[in-house]
């Protein structure tokens, strides 16, 4: 799976070369400061190894649409933007160490740096949006990081909690992560001049999209090596976070097995023995199974907003991609 | 002078009573959020006895150009949500235990909401700036967020650095705290559709107010008592940050005193017989006396800005204010 996964984000990044180079060259421009440490500690992270997956989509919906300009790479890059930053502060409040295979922010500059460039980020992105001149792609964006950051603090609050149902932990992943895929598909949609039912199918795609993406993701902090998500494994487990595959095993598990994520979870015991167990008991429930099929049923709603939409590479590539968010590296 | 301090915002308050009622309203009202720790951590800063003054620095503006709509509350409870959002992240940032006399977020709920709750702030500030529809208006906060945020990574660059000249300490004050003076005073001016050049007069007013206002918020923590700002005295000093004061008595110091600040500050020895040392060095060299003479050169450059401007009461509490921001609590 792991060749197919390769070939599907080649096959897309094929389609938007020129773009996407554009989109890069944008991002490394607005990334300047009085300040040095600003780029530097941004472009950490930017020019880290991340896949641009979200200001991919921008770009290759607006090519879908038949775009031609050149306003859509602007937009992608404040995509990336406003994703580094959610990352950036991500990594603080979860102690995180690595991501994407290198050591974090605030690993490198301890906690305080990232906070604060986290917050330019967000404010370029407006500065830039601001002299785009397009208030629709601002609401779009700035509806997004409010739903963002109260997704975000959501799981927080439910972090450690046991009695977290499967709908409210999908309404966290909506929000903290599908909504930006949402967003930027439908930027893509708004800068081709669209009708608001195609926009709104390419949002409703790039949510669901994020949807699969996120359950995946965290369904493979439980059954994946360490070098192929570029993280470590059981860091949702570390930082207590509840989410599908422990929901599913919790709910599946005998009397002994409720004890132990008790135990472990909500009494916050995160010794590798515990990681271990945790492991074991989401494999043998099959819990992991259980959430690649819910990712996979969010993948065909994804595929069935594009339906009604222009036919031809990008389209199929979108397709593809909502595939690839199930199947990659599992 | 505390009882003229006293006087002095009673008597901005009285002009724009009405308008600070809806502005407080609004703010509560925008505060409301799916999550109800938003709210809850949110309202423990912005309703735990702040000033207001940054908001009733756009109020009393609009007042003054003759404004009779009611927008610039809405404007006015943005520069308060991103004075808010900024206080949030910069507790967090600064590990501050205490603010306006009580306990800071983060020392009530650990430093993870704070962030998150902050980024909310400014989401909902463009939000409403959005709704608003106002692009100039869009443009000066998008501006002043980014602005901000390069003065306070700027600040955390150079913590701890006894080479940090004057100059390079007021550009920090400059960008971390007036900016947002100036900001509020600006939009104060374009709700009321008055002319760039009067728009250019309030900005430089409350850059300059700002500057004032920070230059002796920073001389306060080697003066007041605990009490009268409702924060630690020392901070400052504690958090390695070189201020005004420092930097004037360090310059002045002979050989031992030198070597004094080089192993407190620059090597972290944060004792409290150290921060006594400190404020006794403060004192004898005429450092805070400094200081203040420097802040009240602001104050008359603000003053400066408003003499063309329309006369009548809320110039005057412009005036005023501008005596006010030094001698608060001096």
């Not at 046991?162 to 909506?174: D, G, I």
């Not at 023995?273 to 992991?288: D, H, K, N, T, W």
Request: with cysteine; hydrophobic share 40%; net charge negative.
């Amino acid at each position: 799976m792991a060749d197919d996964s390769a070939r599907v984000l080649q096959g897309l990044q094929g389609l938007i070369r020129d773009d996407l180079e554009r989109t890069n060259r944008i991002i490394m421009e607005q990334l300047t400061a009085e300040v040095e440490l600003i780029p530097t500690l941004g472009s950490h992270l930017i020019a880290g190894g991340g896949k641009r997956l979200r200001p991919m989509l921008t770009l290759i919906t607006a090519r879908m649409f038949g775009y031609r300009g050149e306003k859509h790479a602007l937009l992608a890059a404040v995509v990336e933007f406003i994703h580094t930053a959610t990352l950036l502060h991500d990594d603080v409040v979860d102690d995180s160490v690595t991501r994407r295979g290198r050591a974090t922010a605030n690993s490198v500059w301890g906690s305080k740096a990232p906070v604060l460039v986290g917050d330019f980020l967000f404010s370029r992105s407006f500065q830039i949006l601001v002299d785009h001149g397009d208030l629709k792609v601002l609401k779009i964006i700035a509806d997004c990081c409010a739903v963002i950051s109260e997704g975000e603090v959501m799981q927080l609050v439910v972090s450690h909690d046991l009695n977290l149902t499967e709908e409210r932990y999908l309404q966290v992943v909506e929000r903290k992560t599908a909504t930006l895929f949402a967003a930027a598909c439908r930027i893509g949609a708004v800068v081709s001049g669209r009708s608001p039912e195609e926009e709104e199918r390419m949002f409703r795609y790039g949510l669901m999209l994020g949807n699969a993406y996120q359950v995946v993701d965290d369904a493979l902090d439980y059954s994946s090596s360490r070098e192929t998500l570029g993280k470590g494994v059981g860091d949702d487990f570390q930082e207590g976070k509840i989410t599908l595959p422990v929901i599913h095993a919790f709910q599946q598990g005998d009397g002994e097995e409720k004890a132990f994520w008790r135990d472990s979870l909500a009494a916050r015991d995160h010794s590798p023995a515990s990681l271990a167990r945790a492991i074991a008991l989401v494999r043998e429930r099959g819990s992991l199974d259980y959430a690649v099929s819910r990712a996979r049923a969010f993948a065909a709603m994804a595929k069935e907003e594009l339906s009604t939409l222009p036919p031809g590479p990008e389209r199929d590539a979108l397709r593809d991609l909502a595939d690839f968010s199930v199947d990659r590296s599992y």
